[in-house]
């Protein structure tokens, strides 16, 4: 609640002081302020608030005085947590929109990230959760009304509770239209005979399948001077061709596109210069792949360019 305050000053009239009073600018409430009166009482509950409590917030939307209309906080006891959207009002702010049923928020340190991922010009929502070593994220679209999760998930013991599979996971345009998808990095094994789990890449769009990826990689070109990287590419258990290699030409405005390079798997070239240019935005081919394999590329064209390498096997 604002409070008007007064503000006294003094004042000479005719050799006389008389002391005045007038009313002062009320004093808004920090958005750190506002976000903490919506607490979740659900998340005060003993002993879940024992590990200690945080909130993360962002802006989403303000007034033409910047004052904060929309305000997307997360809220987290170190064991459950909870995602809400607070709205201004004619009395103050209220909450708008609350984390869908059914999923499963949970984590220590929190961060909210607004970024249009989808290419519709409003902003998407992304909050991470570190939960022991790794990044736990849900992404999510507000309507204006509701939230609506874009998140692959997966089912737990518990019946009708999903958890989010994007840990440790990175939003990257494979396709060049504008619209990210969610790459999820396999985890290390923690074992010498533990198997290498491939990569997964999920769609916002369609049937969100997952497409096990065998390596991502972003090549850039900072230099004049012609530059060959190398990387290492091993076959993880289970995987099996036919194998795509997918390059993704600069970036999806059209710029930093790559006009001349060349491309080898295992010393055999794949792509070669006629193949790169200003208007090729995406190149697939399918590709023979070993149990380890090399994959090298050499620039030629012009610096300050990059391009997306994926290699994905079959479903």
Known sequence: M?????????VVLGGMMVLSARPAVAQQP???????????????????????????????????????????????????AALRILRAGSGGFHVAAETPAGLDLSG????????????????????????????????????GQQLVNLTPTGSTMAAGIQTSLLVNGTLVDVDNDGIKEIYVQ???????????????????????EATPLLGMWIVTRDTSTPETTTVEVALPQGARGPYTLRIVNGLPDGTARVTSAQVWINAQEILGTADFGN?????ERQVPLAAENQLSVRFAGQPSTQMLILIQSAQ
């Open 2 to 10: 604002n409070v008007l305050a007064t503000r006294t000053m003094l």
């Open 30 to 80: 920090s958005v750190a302020a506002i976000v903490e009166q919506f607490y979740p009482t659900s998340l005060t509950a003993f002993p879940d608030e024992i590990g200690g409590r945080q909130q993360c917030f962002a802006v989403y939307e303000t007034d033409a005085s910047a004052a904060p209309q929309i305000i997307v906080a997360a809220f987290t006891n170190h064991t459950e």
């Open 108 to 143: 220590v340190q929190c961060e909210v990230v607004l970024e249009d991922v989808d290419a519709d010009g409003l902003r998407d929502i992304r909050v991470d959760f570190s939960v022991n070593r790794a990044v736990v994220s849900w992404l999510f679209r507000w309507d």
């Open 186 to 208: 396999p985890d290390y094994p923690r074992f010498p005979d533990e198997p290498i789990l491939p990569g997964v890449l999920y769609r916002l769009s369609g049937d969100r």
């Open 279 to 283: 208007n090729v935005a995406v190149i």
